[in-house]
């Protein structure tokens, strides 16, 4: 039978597993370019903010790393990604200012998370995640709870955030639609794939029994060879017997010169008339 596993190529949880690994160390080498960049050219309040969170994020890579191959890994995925955005609301916090600018970082958590776990609630749960996110720290701001410093009119803040959301949602939806037709192109892939695979063990199978078939007939054949020479090998001792019978019971045997005699013993046929006719003949 075809091993099926050997031909298989790589399963979805081994895929789920690299794409977690690639997906940690794209974010950790963005995070210590970042953390590099902004302790060259940012001030030192930022400097200070961002150590804080890119050590925070590390933190968490190198939880969701250890984690990647055990059944936790979709939640801690999401619980990185939740992470990620806490630390760019408190990145907002401790830099003191705000204009909303780095607003639009909260639309790609849906994209790492449906890129990363291949599944359409994925992006469902990051878009909610990333909407309270905003929405709470947005209420922060405004409510005076946290003291905030605005680059921008509050108006235009509110006009900012109401757009993020709708591009949000807007993403959300587009990459729910292409993950949902995605998972049913793979689906119906992997459906064909498996009757590929049965059709080609049953081939196989098929091969294998006229295989067996062959070897079978090639024995069979051997065997009628085996036979037809013994039956070669006994029919030419046969006539090698008669020969030797016949010359026994028709002897000619020489009395005085000019005369033979030819005891004649048994029944005489046509075949055995012939015989005793080219024996006396040689004999005389």
Known sequence: MLNSSSAQPLNDSTISVRRIELFVLIQAV??????????LVGWSQQVVSVLISGSANLVVLSATYALRRSRYAEIVVYVNLAVSTLIISIGSILTGKVDGSVWSLYQLTPLFATIVLNRRRATLITMLMSALALVALVALYFSGIVPITFLVPKPTLIVTLGCQLIVLV????????????????????????????????????????????NAELATSLAALRQRDERIAHAQAEQGRLRTLISELTTPVLPVWPGVVIMPLIGGLDGERSRQITQMLLAGI
């Open 170 to 213: 807007v993403v959300t939806v587009t990459v729910w639609v292409l993950v949902g037709r995605s998972l049913t192109a793979l689906s119906a892939a992997q459906q064909t794939r498996l009757q590929v695979e049965i059709q080609l063990e049953r081939e196989h199978a098929l091969l294998a029994q006229q295989e067996q078939a």
């Open 30 to 39: 963005a995070t210590i370019c970042l953390m590099g960049f902004i302790s």
